[in-house]
């Protein structure tokens, strides 16, 4: 997914980029990062996501799990959830990122 449409969908994570902006695919990861050990996911459920999904990717699910912070319990358990169906080929962010981009500013927030 292009990085522009992710932070459309994520805004929340931006202000843990460096300088609070992000700009490249590795501010995202570096963000990603911060975000991960203020949600109390673990080094290990990361790093999983992280092999099984690919870096861009497993930053792109820490970055939704932010964004709905108030609905997720348990992030690590979350993630390690996304991760297994991942393994099994029964997860896509596709979903997951469209129903933000929706609920942060309907269909426009689709286009550009």
Same mark, same amino acid.
């Given at each position: ?7 459309? +969908? ?8 460096? /300088? !609070?902006? $992000?700009? %490249?695919?590795?501010?995202?990861m570096g963000a990603a990062v911060v975000?991960?050990?203020m949600l109390g996911v673990s080094p ?6 992280c092999e099984t999904m690919g870096p861009?990717?497993? +930053? ?8 709905? /912070? !108030?609905? $997720?319990? %348990? ?33 426009? +927030?689709?286009?550009?």
């Amino acid at each position: 997914f292009p990085l522009g449409m992710v932070l459309r +969908a994520c805004p929340e994570i931006a202000m843990y980029g460096p /300088g !609070g902006v $992000i700009d %490249s695919w590795r501010d995202m990861m570096g963000a990603a990062v911060v975000v991960r050990s203020m949600l109390g996911v673990s080094p290990s459920a990361y790093q999983a996501a992280c092999e099984t999904m690919g870096p861009e990717n497993a +930053a792109t699910a820490i970055a939704c799990i932010l964004e709905r /912070g !108030g609905h $997720i319990n %348990s992030p690590g358990g979350y993630l390690r959830d996304l991760t297994r169906k991942a393994e099994k080929g029964e997860f896509s962010l596709g979903p997951m990122l469209m129903a933000l981009l929706r609920a942060n500013g309907g269909s426009a +927030a689709l286009t550009g």
